[in-house]
C-alpha cells in the first residue's frame, strides 16, 4: 500500500496515467465500434447483453495479458525473418520490413479479418438482396449471439495486444497500468448502448463506421509488416469524417424540419 501512494505521489506517473487513459480510451472506441455493429445484427433482446459480454471479455482479456508482463513483452521478439528490408525513409529506419514477432503476426490476422468483416458489411449495406450470412439482418435469429460473440472475441484478442503493448511502451508501473484499462473499459460499457442506438438510428453513419474499420485493418496490417503509420493521422482522419458526417446529419435535419413546416401551411 506504501509503495502504490509513493507511486503517485510522482507527478509524471500522473501525467503518465492520464495520458495513457485517453490512449486507451481511443483504442476502446476502435474495439467498441465493431461490437455495435456485430449487435446491431441481432434481434433486439439479445444486443445490449451481447454488447455487454463483448466489453466484459475485452476487461478480462487486457487485465490477463497485463498479468502477463513478461510474456506479452516477448511478443515483440522476432520469430522468423524474410530477409526483405524496405529503403531507408526520412526517419532512418527503413519503410517496411519482414522480420515478424508474434504481436506482428496477431496484428496482420486481425487486420486481416476487419478488412474482410468490414468489406462484407459495406456489401451487404450497397446490396439489398438478401444472402444466407448468419450475421446478415434479414436472417438474423437467437442463434447468430453465439457466432457474434466468437468474432468479437477475436477482435478483443487484437485490440487488447495492441491496448496492453501501448500500455506497455508508455510507462513500467503495472498498477498504472490497470488503472487506464479499467478506466477505458468503463467508458466503454457506459458509451455501449448511446453508440449501438446512434449507429442503429444513422444508417449512414453504418457506412462511415464501417469505413473505420477497413482503415483500421489496413493500418494493422501495415504496422504488421513494419510500416508505421502515426495514429495522429489516422484520428484526425477519422475525425474529420466524422465532422462532416455531423454537417450532412444536421443539413438533413433542418430540410426535414423545412419540409414538415411547408406542410403545416
Do not use: C
Not at 467498441?32 to 463483448?54: A, C, H, M, W, Y
Not at 496477431?106 to 446490396?127: C, M
Not at 468479437?152 to 510507462?171: E, K, N, P, R
Not at 495514429?231 to 443539413?251: H, P, Q, R, T, W
Request: glycine fraction near 6%; aromatic fraction near 6%; charged fraction near 15%.
Amino acid at each position: 500500500m506504501d509503495s502504490i501512494i509513493t507511486l503517485f505521489a510522482d507527478p509524471a506517473v500522473w501525467a503518465a496515467l492520464i495520458t495513457l487513459i485517453v490512449m486507451e480510451v481511443v483504442l476502446g472506441i476502435d474495439n467498441l465500434v465493431f461490437i455495435s455493429i456485430l449487435s446491431n445484427k441481432l434481434p433486439e433482446k439479445d444486443r445490449q447483453r451481447t454488447r455487454r459480454l463483448g466489453i466484459g471479455l475485452a476487461l478480462i482479456m487486457r487485465l490477463a495479458l497485463l498479468s502477463l508482463i513478461g510474456f506479452i513483452v516477448a511478443l515483440t521478439a522476432p520469430v522468423f525473418d524474410l530477409g526483405l528490408v524496405g529503403p531507408v525513409g526520412e526517419h532512418g529506419e527503413p519503410m517496411f520490413e519482414t522480420s515478424f514477432s508474434w504481436r506482428d503476426l496477431i496484428l496482420i490476422a486481425g487486420g486481416l479479418f476487419l478488412v474482410w468483416k468490414a468489406t462484407k458489411e459495406i456489401h451487404h449495406s450497397v446490396d439489398p438482396a438478401p444472402t444466407h450470412d448468419v450475421l446478415d439482418a434479414k436472417n438474423a435469429v437467437i442463434n447468430n449471439a453465439g457466432a457474434a460473440i466468437v468474432q468479437i472475441i477475436l477482435l478483443d484478442l487484437v485490440f487488447s495486444v495492441d491496448s496492453i503493448l501501448t500500455a506497455v511502451g508508455m510507462t513500467d508501473h503495472v498498477p498504472v497500468m490497470m488503472i487506464a484499462v479499467i478506466f477505458a473499459v468503463l467508458v466503454m460499457l457506459l458509451a455501449s448502448d448511446p453508440l449501438a442506438h446512434f449507429i442503429e438510428k444513422n444508417p449512414t453513419v453504418v457506412m462511415l463506421a464501417l469505413g473505420f474499420l477497413l482503415m483500421i485493418g489496413t493500418v494493422l496490417i501495415a504496422d504488421g509488416f513494419g510500416v508505421h503509420v502515426p495514429k495522429g493521422y489516422i484520428y484526425a482522419a477519422m475525425a474529420f469524417s466524422a465532422l462532416v458526417e455531423g454537417l450532412n446529419m444536421l443539413a438533413r435535419s433542418a430540410r426535414k424540419t423545412s419540409a414538415d413546416k411547408a406542410k403545416l401551411h
